[in-house]
């Protein structure tokens, strides 16, 4: 098979202007092309344009230059031919979302209590004296008073409308974050194109149709496009078609590339045909758009036409299943294509895998919920029964017409306090502190190198225990450079002068070495005068140009002379094969062929090597156990990678060869040359895996180098430390340990390697899946290993997919590990991965501070409240005062503590673990704790307080009395209390010292003074709508005293040691197993939440203020999912399209939570086939 190249017409046909500006096929012609596949479209193609060439021209450019790049010509084609970007769907307006957040059950009853209040205040119904419906109506109202029952309705209404507003906020402040999140990844993404004759990267959003764009290995294609030229060229179009398998492309059976597929193998040259809306990835968020709300019922109907396996769903990014039935057969694409996109809304994306700080907080938050809803529904009918029968038991008094309105307002009162309630025992501000602390930590991460694809991950890093890394680039500088040969019989320890090295041994060396490497590959000059060349491409090959302009020969010309087009056959590199060969055809008919490869691998295939005087001798198995003891294993203990580089030449009476049988051809080589090329360990990583082994983070090294240059590099790295009892293993002796006799990886076996394991050497993507699939599922220790990996290539995508946290990298990641990944390391480094767990642990820490303030001032107010309630018949708090307390403190103080920066001693402590809960012993011990002593104070002041200053007892006021001074100090203390306990809230490990680094926090420092001013406003002139009076100085004085005994308080708590208190119970904990269990027999029925099953549980609707906790942490799901409100699509660069395909399977593979539903089954094949209630939902859950 020659090598795919079509005939190019002479010079640059840019300046062919045949159509008067116009070009020569129009967008409709295109996007019929573009809907054809294989055979079809080479016969339509030959018909209508002659070649590939024919549509070139027609497109006017040239497929040797490209483009011109001259600006008015791009402009043209941007009007032709359309823009490649796919606009965002429209973001929630400002009012959608104030609409929204009304939905919220708890927001509701209390609009409509206020409604109703004010409704009973206005009509005053006649004849009700006060006398004839009992003294309950309390004692004398004068008339200003009885006109102003209003305020309190009115202020309730007021309140709620600032609820929503500082909620709909929120929600549009995280939109923007989000999308701008979405444009910065979108802005980063670049493809190769060759313009004037030059291969430049360009933004993917500026590629036009007619640009010749260069694809490689790895490569997400941004466009849809006709082949040019391509060697050994695999697409994966699973993420259109459904079908797994890798299709092979070439001009003479399939040129069509599409966008939105990934390049698995090979490399070559396409013309752009289609962007935008018009690329096969625009045609189907176009009909997305369109028919996502008519087309529901029919695909309920077409679902149960086929299996569930040959469907595929490529999941677009709002939340909306799309289905597309591979395409069978060419005849049968029409009738398919009025069944190939129904898209389905997704009723409930809810059975997501959770990150563990969600499902801990959800069951936190039910629990704390339930409990306010008992207490609320239980202050609400002591008070009826007690006004009941004290009214109509006690006074015997009978119900008359005339005094019901009078009566209702009682119940009305009644049941604002009950609300109100429920209301305080609701921790509102949670998902609030949630979102907050996520969000902000995001946005500092991105100064650290982290850019966080999706949300939870950045919290779920502070749990992680283990973490494998790739050596290359991540722990070394990945800055290639040959320091020892071995060449013609000698051991060079050092690059060897030119010469040293006989003329004909060298002339074939650095043929090698520029032909047998891609042409993208180039060491340029420094940026910098001084500085090190800079390195493009792929830095192996690199090292390889570095060691031919080293013995003093220039790669370019040889290059020049013989372009990519003359190349007869290219074998690229792949996991596989570990080699690269490139095949020459002679003048004389007959090929030589380059090779370069692993050197143990490719010194296997030889059977010659070239001797001190240029010339072939025999090389006998006995010889090349020689070399390797003598040559490459010195090399590999120095810590150096070692390649072989080879040739071999197929003689023109032979006949040509049989390319396909790769073994045949790969054998009978004739070794060139041996180098040991070095990566430099990067200075920081010791120090950083210091820190993470300190922090209880065991680190491995999966690299696909041998096992001596692994453990020399480990050893450097401090991965392994001397006298450890530790273990190096080689993938096949891997494999051997963990495989049974069928060839099966046994969990058990598994779990006798990975303890010790620290280094895997010449490894498989499919052992790096193994091994981290192994350690998640692993049941050896007390808790579920949390695993981090980071990946760089198209084949480590299955494993950044299993882990808990995939890292991809920035610089030499490929667009496949990407979309993988949760992360982008920016700048490949191993330290940045530090730091990423630094901030998450730092989200946990300040989720669980914001916890421990939140639920002290839940319970002081909810018991508050009841007590009050049912000794006095009144709340001492009223209801705007609570909402006051709950909303704007819970706002304002989830901002402070969410916002605290990470130290250095978050790295002291080992990770939390899956199954910790959010409430620890000493959390409890501190909420307990406060809670007393604002209590005691508070019933205190409420039972003795008017004695105490002096003043009128508040206890026992009729209806719409004027506000008295006594409750007024009673709320002003409750806030003072929390005022200081937020400070104490800084530290939760029992820490005494509270203040420390409270000046880094500038937020923290603002909010409290700000809360402060605040609350001098309201009680000063907050008046009736509060049910305030404003107090003296002396009083304030003793308010705030009060106030900071809190702090005093809090060091006595931390003095009583923790472990005395063993029946202090912990709350918030994770998943445990036996529910695991349980939750995989309902897997199948219907796709419920842990949270909703215990709502249907009680059929607790009004509840449903939880909801607040579901909206707010839609951004949560956002990222998690990457279906972003926004599909901000197609040149949402490699890193975001199929983030949809892929981030909804990363999830639901990433914990055992839902075993049945694991989805790697589809990915990887390992986990067997899941049960069919399982495949059924999974069907449904797209993956």
Known sequence: MANNTADHPPGNSVAEGNHDGDFGVTVAD???????????????????????????????????????????????????????????????????????????????????????????????????????????????????EAQAGWIEGAAILFSVIIVVLVTAFNDWSKEKQFRGLQSRIEQEQKFTVIRKGQVIQIPVAEIVVGDIAQIKYGDLLPADGILIQGNDLKIDESSLTGESDQVRKSLEKDPMLLSGTHVMEGSGRMVVSAVGLNSQTGIIFTLLGASENDEEKKVKKSKKQGPPENRNKAKTQDGIALEIQPLKSEDAAESEEKEEAKPVKKVNVTKKEKSVLQGKLTRLAVQIGKAGLIMSAVTVIILILYFVIDTFGVQGRSWTSECTPVYIQYFVKFFIIGVTVLVVAVPEGLPLAVTISLAYSVKKMMKDNNLVRHLDACETMGNATAICSDKTGTLTMNRMTVVQAYIGDTHYKTVPEPEAIKPETLEIMVNSISINSAYTTKILPPEKEGGLPRQVGNKTECALLGLVLGVKRDYQPIRDEIPEEKLYKVYTFNSSRKSMSTVLKNADGGFRMYSKGASEIVLRKCSRILDDQGQPRVFKPKDRDEMVRKVIEPMACDGLRTICVAYRDFPAEAGEPDWDSENDILSDLTCIAVVGIEDPVRPEVPEAITKCQRAGITVRMVTGDNINTARAIATKCGIIQPGEDFICLEGKEFNQQIRNDKGEVEQERLDKVWPKLRVLARSSPTDKHTLVKGIIDSTVGETRQVVAVTGDGTNDGPALKKADVGFAMGIAGTDVAKEASDIILTDDNFTSIVKAVMWGRNVYDSISKFLQFQLTVNVVAVIVAFTGACITQDSPLKAVQMLWVNLIMDTLASLALATEPPTESLLLRKPYGRNKPLISRTMMKNILGHAVYQLIIIFTLLFAGENFFDIDSGRNAPLHSPPSEHYTIVFNVFVMMQLFNEINARKIHGERNVFEGIYRNPIFCSVVLGTFALQIIIVQFGGKPFSCTALTIDQWLWCVFIGVGELLWGQLISAIPTHHLKFLKEAGHGTTKEEIHEEELTEGADEIDHAEMELRRGQILWFRGLNRIQTQMDVVYTFQTGQAPVPGALRRQPSVVSQHNDATAAKTLSSPTHVGLSASSSLTNSAGAPPPAAAASSSTAGN
Not at 76 to 102: C, D, M
Not at 112 to 124: Q, R, T
């Open 30 to 144: 295109l996007r019929d092309l573009m809907e054809l596949r294989s055979g079809e479209a080479v016969n339509k193609i030959q018909e209508t344009y002659g070649d590939v060439q024919g549509i070139c021209r027609r497109l006017k450019t040239s497929p040797i230059e490209g483009l011109s790049g001259n600006p008015v010509d791009l402009e043209k084609r941007h009007t032709s031919f359309g823009k490649n970007f796919i606009p965002p769907k429209k973001a929630k307006t400002f009012l959608q979302l104030v609409w929204e957040a009304l939905q919220d059950v708890t927001l509701i009853i209390l609009e409509i209590a206020a409604i109703i209040s004010l409704g009973l205040s206005i009509f005053h119904p006649p004849g009700g004296d006060g006398e004839a419906c009992g003294q309950a109506a309390g004692g004398v109202e004068d008339e200003g």
